[in-house]
Structures are given as C-alpha cells and as structure tokens.
C-alpha cells in the first residue's frame, strides 16, 4: 500500500505507476500531480494546475519517455494532451 501527500481537492479519478518509480494522479480538480519516493516517503515531484482549462482530468498514463518522462492525459473538454516532466 502507497499513501501519497494529500494534494487534490477533489476526488481522484486515475492513478498510473511509471516503469522509473513516479506516480502521476488526476481527478476533478483539473490538477495533474507527479510523485516520487524519496527516502522511504513520497514527496510531490510537480503539479499542473488546470491541465485542460476548468475541465475534470479523468485520465493519465505514462507513455514512451522522449527526453524525460511523458505523460498523457484525457479531460472533460474532450481533449487528449500530452506533457512532459
């Protein structure tokens, strides 16, 4: 079992595990977070505010890195986008 820093304000909608050890949440806040373990405890990486305007984020996935970690994304506005870490 994972507890992570409480950063979201609403619900969580999805979680993905990266193959490096980071774990990105979205939900209905619109807010993407990426966290990593460091020294046993998990500490927030980065957080993208309103990641698709003031649309819910329902969606992340990792996907192939290019230059850094890649992040999908899938949102109430419709839209898929990617992001970098």
């Excluded at 079992?1 to 774990?23: C, F, N, Q």
């Excluded at 990593?36 to 927030?44: A, L, M, N, R, T």
């Excluded at 990792?62 to 230059?67: F, I, L, Q, R, V």
């Amino acid at each position: 079992m994972v507890t992570l820093p409480r950063v979201h304000e609403r619900v969580i909608y999805s979680v993905a595990w990266s193959k490096d050890g980071l774990i990105a949440s979205t939900g209905g806040d619109g807010k993407i977070v990426v966290y990593e373990e460091v020294d046993g405890k998990w500490k927030v990486k980065a957080v993208k505010e309103a990641a698709h305007g003031s649309a819910e984020v329902n969606c992340v996935i990792w996907g192939k890195p290019e230059n850094g970690a890649v992040l999908w994304t899938a949102g109430d506005d419709g839209a898929v986008k990617k992001w970098r870490l």
